[in-house]
């Protein structure tokens, strides 16, 4: 079951990712993980990447799916993996299959987490996270026991710069320009699925793991 997870930032695409790996003991895969672990084991690859970073630029995307591509060949992607964060672009999705392809593989599902721009900055504003541990909680659905302040260690809480409303909009513009035509790309292979992700966390899975037939 090879899975990719599409959604604007914000939309929980990142939790469902973990709880479906979970579920189907299939890796939770995000270009995030990929780079540390080729930076930090040294791989040729993670000295390319690592190169271009240092610089303050971006990842190209061909060793952006060189990097991709050899993760998803490793013996534990075997039954299948979820893909989140990646890809973000239309070449990145062409580039993609072009790769699985060479191995008679495709994306079996891209799960499209459907969640209006608005209530996706409301969330986001509502988010605080601890400022010493990184532990993270909602004003709303995660509130910490006592106002400001971590559960875990007792230092304060904060609305992070990149949840602010102003930060997040922009977050949404480069969400609908560059990664929002890939629900187009997907569908256009009849591999697209839409789940409203305005629904609760464990609705929202229930809905994906009654869509996966299992």
Do not use: W
């Not at 189907?24 to 990929?34: F, R």
């Not at 690859?45 to 610089?55: C, F, H, I, R």
């Not at 721009?117 to 988010?127: E, H, L, S, T």
Request: proline content about 5%; aromatic content about 6%.
């Amino acid at each position: 079951m090879k899975l990719i997870m599409l959604g604007a930032p914000g939309a929980g695409k990142g939790t469902q990712a973990k709880m479906i790996a979970e579920k189907y003991n299939i890796p939770h895969i995000s270009t995030g993980d990929i780079f540390r672990a080729n930076i930090k084991e040294g791989t040729e690859l993670g000295k390319k990447a690592k190169s271009y970073m240092d610089a303050g630029g971006l990842v190209p995307d061909e060793l952006v799916v060189d990097l991709v591509v050899d993760r998803v060949g490793q013996a534990d992607c075997k039954n299948g993996y979820v893909l989140d964060g990646f890809p973000r672009t239309i070449p990145q999705a062409e580039s993609l299959d072009a790769a699985l392809a060479k191995t008679g593989d495709k994306v079996d599902y891209a799960i499209n987490i459907e969640v209006p721009d608005q209530n996706i900055i409301d969330r986001m504003g509502g988010r605080r996270a601890c400022v010493a541990c990184g532990a993270t909680y909602h004003i709303v659905n995660i509130p910490p026991k006592k106002e400001g302040v971590c559960d875990k260690c007792g230092e304060s809480l904060i609305l992070r710069d990149d949840d602010k409303p102003e930060t997040v909009k922009k977050r949404l513009e480069v969400y609908h320009e560059q990664t929002e035509p890939l629900i187009k790309y997907y569908k256009a292979k009849n591999a697209e699925v839409e789940i409203d992700g305005t629904m609760d966390m464990n609705d929202v899975f229930d809905a994906i793991v009654k869509l996966l037939g299992a």
